[in-house]
């Protein structure tokens, strides 16, 4: 069950929505304003995977130290 974010350019809501693959034609509206013009914004993937130190950018333990 992938989440999508999407944002109205009517006006400026930002929501999330459960969709389905077997949904591929649902109506997406906005929930403020019922604009269908709404834009699905990139997500950020959360995966429950390993933890690794540092980052790929420098060599510290921590990304704190870098600012990344």
């Known amino acids: 069950m992938p989440i999508y974010e999407f944002r109205c350019p ?6 999330e929505k459960i969709v389905f693959t077997s949904d591929c034609a649902i109506r997406i509206a906005c ?12 997500s950020v993937f959360a995966g429950g995977g390993k933890t690794v130190s540092g980052c790929s950018s420098c060599s510290s333990s921590s990304c704190a130290s870098c600012g990344s």
């Open 31 to 42: 929930p403020n304003c019922d604009s269908e013009r709404v834009q699905k914004l990139m």
């Open 10 to 15: 009517d006006c400026g809501t930002e929501f």
